[in-house]
């Protein structure tokens, strides 16, 4: 079983990055990073297919957001530029271990983090 922690929350200004990483065991088909704002839903950010390696975004950190993966170290990153106040929430990695849709909806994941917070302020 996929087990996955994560690492690299914290507070930064507006305008400022942050790199988050998620140490990953056992076999994945993809990985997601999702993220939950105090009263609303958890909303997908990014994924990654992390056999080939193709990733996919939010519209909301299109251009921003970066996800990534070295196989090294089973460790996958979402590397965050230019935050916003709106970018403030609990991000989740989220691993899927079999084949199928990594669509963004929490029900396609069977592993979950602990959850970092990151806090962008003004």
């Known amino acids: 079983q996929a087990q996955l922690v994560e690492s690299g929350g914290g507070s930064v200004q507006a305008g400022g990055s942050l790199r988050l990483a998620c140490a990953t065991s056992g076999y994945t088909y993809c990985m997601g990073w999702f993220r939950q704002a105090p009263g609303k839903e958890r909303e997908g950010v990014a994924r990654i297919y992390t056999i080939v390696g193709s990733t996919t975004y939010a519209d909301s950190v299109k251009g921003r957001f970066t996800i990534s993966q070295d196989n090294a170290k089973n460790t996958v990153y979402l590397q965050m530029n230019s935050l916003k106040l709106e970018d403030t929430a609990m991000y989740y990695c989220?691993?899927?271990?079999?084949?199928?849709?990594?669509?963004?909806?929490?029900?396609?994941?069977?592993?979950w983090g602990q959850g970092t917070q990151v806090t962008v302020s003004s």
């Open positions: 989220a691993a899927r271990r079999s084949s199928g849709t990594c669509a963004f909806d929490f029900v396609n994941y069977n592993d």
